[in-house]
Each structure stands twice: as C-alpha cells, then as structure tokens.
C-alpha cells in the first residue's frame, strides 16, 4: 500500500518564486491536511480538508493556497516563496469517522533562499 | 484540542520499559488521546490511542488516569528503534483534522 505521497521530497526555491507540494492518498480518505515543521519543534497546521471542495484554515495559513477537486489530491501551493518558509512540509489523511489515526507523508524539505 | 504537557527528553536501557507520561488536564470529555512518534525528520508515526479505557496494541500500552488528566505510554521492552520523539495528543474527532503538536519527549534509549 503507498498509503501518502508526498512529492517533490527535496526542493530549493529562490524568494518570490512559486511552486506546488504534492499530496496524495489512495485510502479514500475523506479528512486531508497540510503541517510544517520547524526544526526543533512540533507540527503546525497550515490547511485542512474535510472533503472534496472542502477547505479551511489552520493555525498558520498564510502565504499558502489549497485546494480539493478530488479525494485523492490536497496540494499546497507556495504563492511567492519567503525565507520563513523553509521548513518541512508534511501532508496526513485519515477517515471521516471517530475515533480513527492519522496517516503521514515522508514529508517535503523546502529550503528558500 | 485539549494542551498537553509532556518531559522534554527521557532516557531508557534497552530491553526495559519506557514510560512516558502526559498531562492533558483541559482534555474535554469527547477528545480521543493519542500518541504518534517521530523517527528523525520522518513523518509522525502512529502508535496508539484511547479514550477512557486502557489500550493495549503490538507496539505499546496506554494508560489513561481515571479522571482522564493524564496518561502514560508504555513502550514494554525498548529496542535502540525506539529512539524517537514521541508526541501525546488530545485530537476532536469532530473537528476535522485538527492536531496540536506540542514539543513531545525525546526518548533516547540507551544500550
């Protein structure tokens, strides 16, 4: 089972460049959702998904872009990559009912230079 | 989510146990605990969770105090694997994927 896709897995931007973080899942799960982490701490929610079309906010959303036309795919995009968006990038799924885990990517590196 | 409050770092001999406890006081009363670890800069891993019972899986126990204030993951024999960042969790599942990391245990075991 591939379980999360996470892709690229390494990238270096320049500032004020653009690009997009991949993410898919092929457990058809309903509840998406975008972390970064910085070094030496824990995971910060950036968006999240409920369903397809679905999209909200998390705890540090700004200078980053989402969507859901599909199940299967949450990409993060990068509108104009800043220097304090280096960190590592992880994308999580899980079912729609209670009491269920999440499941992880092997994350994104993004260095901005 | 309920804030939870864990050691910044434990160690641990291999082959005994590792207990690693959670404070989760503000936990409400439909908020799932639940622990994932983290193995170098990989992706959290999940490990166990619970919400008034005591768990028990392949990987771990789960011990959750009576009033649901706080808990302790027991890690039953620790391998040299087992060093990680473990993060305790108090996760809603009613609302959405909302997870808060705090800054987890660092749990170095130790030949």
């Known amino acids: 089972n591939a379980g999360v896709t996470q892709t690229p897995k390494f990238q270096v931007l320049k500032t004020g460049q653009s690009m997009t973080l991949q993410c898919a899942q092929d457990?058809?799960?309903?509840?998406m959702s975008w972390y970064r982490q910085d070094p030496g701490m824990g995971l910060r929610l950036i968006h999240y998904?409920?369903?397809?079309?679905?999209?909200d906010q998390g705890e540090v959303p700004n200078g980053y872009n989402v969507s859901r036309s599909t199940t299967e795919d949450f990409p993060l995009r990068l509108l104009s990559a800043a220097p304090s968006q280096t960190s590592v990038y992880f994308c999580?799924?899980?079912?729609?009912?209670?009491?269920?885990?999440?499941?992880f990517g092997d994350g994104t590196r993004l260095s901005i230079l | 989510d309920a804030k939870t409050t864990q050691p910044p770092s434990m160690d641990c001999a291999e082959g005994r146990a590792a207990n690693l406890p959670c404070n989760h006081s503000?936990?409400?009363?439909?908020?799932?605990v639940y622990w994932y670890r983290q193995i170098h800069s990989q992706g959290p891993q999940y490990i166990i969770h619970?919400?008034?019972n005591n768990e028990t899986n392949e990987m771990a126990s789960l011990i959750i105090t009576e009033d649901r204030k706080s808990s302790t993951l027991i890690l039953p024999h620790a391998t040299l694997r087992d060093t990680a960042v473990y993060y305790c969790?108090?996760?809603?599942?009613?609302?959405?994927?909302?997870?808060?990391f705090g800054g987890g245990t660092r749990l170095m075991v130790k030949p």
């Open positions: 619970g919400l008034k």
């Open positions: 998904s409920v369903g397809a079309g679905i999209t």
């Open positions: 457990m058809n799960h309903e509840y």
């Open positions: 999580a799924s899980r079912q729609d009912i209670s009491n269920q885990p999440q499941h």
């Open positions: 969790i108090g996760e809603n599942n009613n609302a959405g994927n909302m997870l808060t």
């Open positions: 503000t936990i409400s009363g439909n908020e799932y």
